[in-house]
């Protein structure tokens, strides 16, 4: 039996890429000391994990994730592929996802088919987008060390 979502549906011809999906759902959460704000078109990819208690750190470093459910794209999740090149990392498992993680805006979008369930979501998904959230701060640490990435002058 397929699981169906409620999500609100886009149609613009005009925005084939799907940049402009209007994502009206908002959470904010607390990933070790990195604030996230995630807003998405469909309640399922909200992860499930407890707020943040303290939401008003100082010093915080703040990331931003965008997930839309994708109605039109069919499949299960595939083996991760990565393409890097710059401050770009682009993440694709098969016609079920693809991610894009710009590390100097400190941004994460991901589309998310539909035949990806809610538990595979929680279970594997956000994990994973944890995980990128992490390393794309460490990778920041370590652009600014000599010998590291990036020259410093």
């Not at 990392?89 to 079920?96: D, F, I, R, S, W």
């Amino acid at each position: 039996m397929q699981q169906q979502y409620e999500f609100s549906r886009y149609d613009d011809p005009l925005d084939v890429l799907r940049r402009f999906v209007p994502t009206p759902l908002k959470a904010e959460y607390r990933i070790g000391a990195t604030r996230v704000f995630v807003r998405t078109n469909d309640i399922t990819l909200l992860p499930a994990f407890p707020l943040g208690a303290d939401l008003e750190w100082a010093g915080e470093r703040i990331f931003q994730w965008k997930l839309v459910r994708d109605g039109d794209s069919r499949g299960l999740l595939g083996e991760p592929v990565f393409l890097t090149s710059g401050v770009l990392t682009v993440v694709e498992m098969g016609t079920a996802c693809l991610l894009a993680l710009d590390h100097e805006r400190r941004e994460l979008l991901g589309f998310v088919g539909a035949d990806v369930d809610a538990r595979t979501h929680q279970e594997f998904l956000v994990p994973f987008l944890c995980r990128m959230t992490n390393e794309a701060f460490e990778e920041q640490l370590f652009r600014g060390l000599p010998g590291k990435g990036e020259a410093n002058d």
